[in-house]
């Protein structure tokens, strides 16, 4: 897959354009860095590396990425056929997990998503259910999200609603 690097001097930004799906979020999130009808279309001497890694991680489709901070997440996925869950380690170290219930054979509930409080804020609740999202379009299986957490990630990310039961 074909990547591109956009850098400020301190914060490398990586954008996968096959996996972008244009939800326009980064361009809503963060206009004075994207410009989608300029080359190049991407600035992040506009903006903070604070801010660069913020607006990285509310990317819907994982188009957009840090680079080296991919190396610092690892996400993986257990299941029994019956239940299961996403383990989230950050540096090595466990950082949170989601767990979800299969209702049949096509579809899953989550059912709770918790991340460590030392974790918080660094968007890793959102990566565990977005990681359920990929599953789910790769296996043609719906999502039910029960878990609080998650359901306020699919209202609020309408590019995700395609594996929504």
């Known amino acids: 897959m074909k990547t591109k690097e956009y850098s400020n001097g301190e914060t490398t930004i990586l954008w996968k354009p096959e996996k972008?799906?244009?939800?326009?979020?980064?361009v809503k999130t963060l206009p004075k860095v994207y410009h989608p009808k300029e080359k190049p279309w991407i600035t992040p001497e506009n903006a903070t590396s604070q801010e660069i890694i913020a607006q990285v991680a509310k990317c819907p489709s994982g188009?957009?990425?840090?680079k080296g901070a991919q190396d610092n997440i690892r996400i993986e996925r257990e299941d029994n056929g019956k239940k299961g869950r996403y383990v989230i380690y950050y540096n090595d170290e466990f950082a949170g997990e989601m767990t979800f219930t299969w209702a049949g054979k096509t579809q899953f509930i989550i059912d709770h998503t918790g991340v460590a409080e030392k974790f918080a804020g660094k968007g890793l609740g959102k990566k565990l259910v977005m990681k359920s999202v990929e599953y789910a379009r790769e296996n043609n299986v719906k999502i039910i999200p029960l878990c609080p957490?998650?359901?306020k990630v699919f209202d609020t990310t309408k590019e995700i609603q395609d594996v929504k039961s």
């Open 20 to 26: 972008c799906i244009h939800s326009g979020i980064c």
């Open 149 to 151: 957490f998650a359901k």
């Open 63 to 66: 188009a957009l990425s840090i």
